[in-house]
């Protein structure tokens, strides 16, 4: 069992092992014969990807036509961008040993750890799956919607009608609020008070210090040193909880993630603390800002039409959960929150007519699938009615992935982003005011100016 006296090490293990440069190596890549890219240095293509994805993901496209490469830090590696849905379908239906995700997401590596989700492959990942489904299959969520909607309601309930405020920032302390009491179970104010400032400063970090794992002699500077330094405060904190709730009297009772996974691994297959923790840092941030967003967005939306806003406050009146989902899921499509899903191929491989080598990373981007006129007419309008009674055809909509790594919290996103909307739309009727526009926050897009709303 893990001790406080331990955390220390572990963190400082965590980093040192996960760091870009140390994790296991990938093969050598052969550039020849890359589908077309630009030219500029690595460092710039890097930065062009991670901080002005919205623009450039559209002008490579405009360039080098459906498919293009880029090069990334550390090292030039090179990964290649697929925009058409036959493209994807070859991708997501791609045999899992040879098309491995964990190594294409390393970036995440440092803080997410070695046993997160998203970052292992093969068997690994086939267990790790395994043990994480019963937390989010059909029942679990009905589990969880009620207590979902109770800190939904109380949330709405301290707004002030006629008061302008950023909605991001109010879904980002919803949202919170749900994971750390489904995910992790904390009831204890204290213990509440203590992590929300912890989770925030991991969440709201600049691509920046992404970049600053690949070079590690960043690290000495204030912003690497603080994200390092608050890491190791938020592990000491999980491995606290993790410890207390093995020997709670009442474990067995408990319907939040974590007791769900104890309970599940004194079954049979028992994860380590360091297991657990990797886990639930993974669902924390998978299931956190990504969700805020989405729904920050979706009130930036109707406050901008009185006849969506209407039908808006009209389902959630009358119960029409449905007409919800769908405004969320375009939300979702027209403010794509992840620019992209990816793979690094351990064996030659073909995709789009393209031969590629061992090596490469390749990936569907998700802002120009989200954009296509061909997949969605009219695109950048907001049109709940896209996904009225039917969906859009494969592979067009892929804010969660696709395939055997689709997102495993997909149902518990919708379920959630539906019983906000309605205790919002319930409550109040919501105006924007402004404009707003994506910009970058660690890897994730989120509403520049806060998607900010006054409601009435």
Same mark, same amino acid.
């Given at each position: ?7 220390? +090490? ?9 760091? =870009?440069?140390?994790?296991? *190596? ?26 002005? /994805? ?16 880029? /090069? ?14 036959? %493209? ?14 964990? *190594? #294409? ?5 440092? $803080? ?13 990942? +086939?267990?790790?799956? *395994? ?7 059909? %029942? ?13 309601? #109380? ?23 749900? &994971? ?24 709201? $970090? ?13 690290? +000495? ?40 996974? &104890? ?24 299931? %956190? ?36 989902? #769908? ?21 030659? #491989? ?15 981007? &998700? ?8 997949? %969605?007419? !009219? =695109? ?5 009615? /896209? ?28 379920? @959630?982003?539906?019983?906000?909307? +309605? ?7 919501? @105006?924007?005011?402004?404009? !707003?526009?994506?910009?970058? /926050? ?15």
């Amino acid at each position: 069992m893990t001790t406080l006296d331990d955390v220390s +090490r572990l963190t400082s293990e965590r980093f040192r092992r996960m760091s =870009p440069g140390n994790q296991d *190596k990938l093969p050598p890549v052969d550039g020849t014969g890359l589908p077309p890219g630009p030219r500029w240095p690595v460092l710039i293509q890097t930065v062009g990807l991670l901080r002005f /994805r919205h623009r450039f993901h559209p002008y490579l496209r405009r360039k080098y036509g459906d498919v293009f490469s880029v /090069r990334l830090a550390p090292g030039g590696r090179p990964l290649v961008f697929f925009t058409r849905p036959e %493209h994807a379908k070859e991708i997501f239906a791609g045999d899992p040993e040879i098309f491995h995700a964990g *190594k #294409a997401n390393g970036i995440l590596g440092p $803080i997410m750890g070695e046993h997160s989700l998203l970052l292992q492959d093969s068997g690994e990942h +086939r267990r790790a799956r *395994k043990l994480l489904m019963p937390a989010f299959n059909g %029942h679990a969520l009905r589990e969880y919607q009620a207590l979902v909607t109770e800190v939904a309601r #109380a949330e709405v309930a301290t707004w002030t009608p006629g008061e302008d405020f950023r909605s991001l920032d109010r879904m980002n302390r919803l949202t919170l609020e749900v &994971i750390l009491r489904v995910v992790f179970g904390v009831t204890d104010e204290q213990r509440l008070a203590e992590l929300r400032p912890r989770v925030n400063k991991t969440v709201n $970090i600049s691509p920046a210090v992404l970049l600053g794992w690949g070079y590690p002699w960043l690290q +000495r500077f204030s912003i690497w040193k603080d994200t390092i330094e608050n890491q190791l405060e938020l592990d000491r904190l999980m491995y606290a909880e993790i410890r207390e709730r093995r020997t709670a009297p009442d474990l067995a009772d408990g319907t939040d993630v974590l007791s769900r996974l &104890i309970v599940q691994g004194e079954d049979g297959d028992a994860l380590s603390d360091t297991e657990l923790r990797d886990q639930l840092v993974t669902l924390l941030l998978a299931g %956190h800002e990504t969700t805020a967003s989405a729904l920050a967005w979706a009130l930036y939306e109707a406050g901008r039409d009185p006849e969506l806003l209407a039908r808006c406050r009209t389902a959630a009146t009358g119960g029409d959960d449905e007409y919800l989902e #769908a405004v969320f899921k375009e939300s979702m499509r027209l403010h794509p929150i992840i620019p992209m899903v990816v793979r690094t191929l351990m064996e030659p #491989a073909t995709i789009g007519g393209w031969d590629l080598p061992r090596g490469a990373t390749v990936g569907p981007s &998700i802002i120009l699938a989200h954009q296509r006129d061909e997949n %969605h007419p !009219d =695109p950048w309008t907001f049109k709940p009615e /896209r996904f009225l009674g039917q969906n859009p055809p494969p592979n067009t909509w892929i804010p969660f992935g696709g395939g055997v790594r689709r997102c495993i919290g997909a149902g518990f996103a919708q379920m @959630e982003g539906v019983a906000v909307l +309605r205790e919002v739309f319930a409550s109040y009727a919501v @105006e924007t005011v402004g404009d !707003d526009e994506p910009k970058v /926050r660690n890897i994730t897009s989120v509403p520049r100016r806060g998607a900010r709303i006054r409601v009435r």
